[in-house]
């Protein structure tokens, strides 16, 4: 499973399979049970992160209750592959539809998840005929893991920005023939799915993202007449930069410091993602109320078992997500590549519509009463519905 044995520089495509060693899932279990767990303050619950008692009945479960095996089968289920582009090693789903108009449509997920985002859809959308749907709305799907992460394995040098990848998906979906595909994406996803319409628009027929980052740039009157939502989401913008956006800054400036922990301390790792799966998902008091326990295990393990966690902590190094980062007519030049936006309500990513479409050709836009960051894991019926709404208008 470790991505380091392909590191031939060639265009060819390799079958994948995962298989941890029984030796790497033994350290896990010893880990686990070694754990060295801190103090906590009563009664602050989230506040500081994961709870205590949360948290060590999860990795209580990890290690004795989760069945890797029987996941990691589950996951050999799909169709694998890896390829050398750029110099970096990329593994993907490469599902086919039975039907032989299907649409190609590569699914970009974003930090900290990993193909495991997109499972549950993977069914209803290439074979709509066998899951009760219109055979007309087949996709042929292409399922990357981001450069970096996971089974991709660690990055050997910076400079992984969403263009640098953006070009590596278009590379990629030259080297499977598809010369008119789709692009979507989710969290950071988002932002490669539209620079992949920007460099490829006679390509890419259509982008469909969770969310999209919008932010007002100051013009005059911009501000004017925002609906009570916009206004909300302005306010969720702020509540965000001063409460939630302490992973961004430690992973922008000092990854390499907190690689250490991670890659050392599985439930360390645990606590890292668990924590942010409560706040970005649709759920009260617990992640799982939004995503099974087995889910957010297995997304987990993708990074522990490939130990890349430094890596894609790298990541946040490259890509502005803020208008202070970014230098607003280089990096968000206008994109006129039709764009289909679904709004998850607890999303990371809360866009208002008019400052989307200042800068994007929007065709579609949808607003769901529930759902969170991870809309496939989260709602895969609504994001499946809202895929082919979209991808109808562009085929």
């Known amino acids: 499973m470790h991505p380091s044995t392909f590191e031939t520089d060639d265009h060819e495509i390799r079958p994948f399979r995962f298989h941890a060693g029984d030796h790497d899932l033994r ?25 205590l008692g949360y948290l060590k009945d999860l990795a209580e479960y990890w290690r004795t209750g989760y069945d890797w095996r029987a996941q990691e089968a589950h996951l050999n289920s799909f169709p694998q592959f890896t390829t050398e582009i750029d110099g970096q090693n990329v593994h ?117 993202t969770n969310g999209m980052i919008t932010f007002p740039v100051g013009a005059p009157g911009e501000m004017d007449g925002l609906s009570e939502a916009d206004q909300e989401r302005l ?30 301390s599985p439930v360390g790792h645990l606590a890292w993602i668990a924590g942010v799966f409560k706040e970005w998902t649709d759920c009260a008091d617990s992640p799982e109320e939004a995503v099974d326990r087995d889910r957010l295990l297995t997304n987990v393990m993708l990074y522990w078992l490939t130990n890349t966690a430094g890596s894609a902590a790298r ?46 050709n929007i065709v579609h836009w949808t607003e769901f009463d529930r759902g969170g960051t991870f809309a496939a894991l989260e709602e895969p019926d609504l994001f499946v519905q809202d895929v082919r709404a979209f991808f109808d208008r562009v085929r």
Not at 120 to 141: S, Y
Not at 249 to 259: F, G, H, T, V
């Open 27 to 51: 350290d896990l279990r010893d880990r686990l049970a070694r754990t060295r767990w801190p103090d906590e303050v009563p009664g602050i619950g989230w506040a500081h992160g994961a709870p």
């Open 92 to 208: 993907f789903l490469h599902v086919r539809s039975p039907e032989p108009d299907a649409l190609p449509l590569v699914l970009t997920h974003g930090w900290p998840s990993s193909v495991v985002e997109y499972l549950d859809v993977v069914g209803p959308l290439t074979d709509p005929r066998a899951h009760g749907g219109d055979p007309g709305h087949a996709f042929h799907l292409v399922v990357p893991s981001l450069p970096g992460y996971g089974p991709s394995g660690p990055t050997r040098e910076l400079g992984w920005g969403s263009r640098r990848i953006a070009r590596a998906w278009a590379e990629l979906m030259r080297r499977l023939g598809y010369s008119r595909y789709g692009a979507q994406g989710s969290d950071w996803g988002t932002w490669i799915s539209r620079e992949l319409g920007l460099l490829e628009p006679d390509r890419v027929v259509g982008v469909h």
């Open 235 to 264: 306010a969720f913008g702020e509540y965000y930069m001063r409460e939630l956006y302490g992973y961004k800054k430690i992973q922008s400036d000092r990854p390499q410091s907190l690689a250490y922990a991670l890659a050392d």
């Open 315 to 360: 990541s946040f190094v490259e890509t502005p997500d803020t208008a202070e980062e970014a230098e607003l007519a280089t990096d968000v030049p206008r994109s006129d590549v039709p764009t289909g936006v679904a709004v998850f309500p607890r999303g990371i990513l809360r866009p208002i519509r008019r400052f989307a479409e200042r800068d994007t």
